[in-house]
């Protein structure tokens, strides 16, 4: 019998590329997403196609309220979705606590499904200064996981794999490639509209673009214009 796994999967190229890696290495995937209060839905329902055709066992996506606390650009519209990022300043498009209640529910999830294993796309290459993208606050999170549940308490260890924590974004879209994934099915830009066309101008972008080009493949992004 396989090991089960819970796999946060938002829809973009990274999630999807993890996703993709946990089904290459045994596990029985169960995808975990969330309608935050982000700016579109797009990604959302990448996220729904995604997991059928990358092979998770069941996906649920959990309803949140974080455009209530705001302080976002993804999550407050009154915020512009900055196309040019300052060096050494954590961007507007961060969102507080995002990864660390996402994580936690990923954790509630698997504790339920008798999983020890979660699954997370963050970076520490080619990601934009998120302080929940480091590895410290992965070590730390995992520290906590084992503490802070009755399965820990009982004797069994959560993981926190983290297989894009040192790749950059060409990496990610080569192995991705690799394991079959079709990247036209993923939305990763922060303003997509309602048919999950890219901006092609936001940091999200970039970085995509970036990495195909990169990688010497042909970007399938949908683009606005």
Known sequence: MNRKAVVLLSGGLDSATVLAIA????????ALSFDYGQRH?????????????????????????????GGSA?????????????EGIIPVTYVPARNTVFLA???????????T?????????????????????????QTLANVATK????????KIHTPLIDLSKSDIIQLGTALGVQYAETVSCYSA???GRACGLCDACRLRKQGFDAAGLQDPTRYMA
């Open 23 to 30: 089904k290459s290495e045994g596990f029985d995937c169960y």
């Open 41 to 69: 839905s797009a990604e959302l329902r990448a996220a729904e196609r995604l997991a059928v055709s990358l092979g998770a066992i069941d996906r649920k996506c959990i309803h949140l309220g974080l455009d209530a606390i």
């Open 74 to 86: 993804l999550t407050d519209e009154a915020i512009a979705v900055p196309n040019v990022l300052q």
């Open 105 to 115: 529910l990923a954790l509630g999830w698997a504790e339920v499904l008798n999983a």
């Open 117 to 141: 294993d979660i699954f997370i796309g963050v970076n520490a290459v080619d990601y934009s200064g998120y302080p929940d993208c480091r590895p410290a606050f992965i070590e730390a999170f």
């Open 151 to 158: 399965a820990g308490v009982e004797g069994l260890r959560f």
């Open 193 to 195: 509209d309602d048919y």
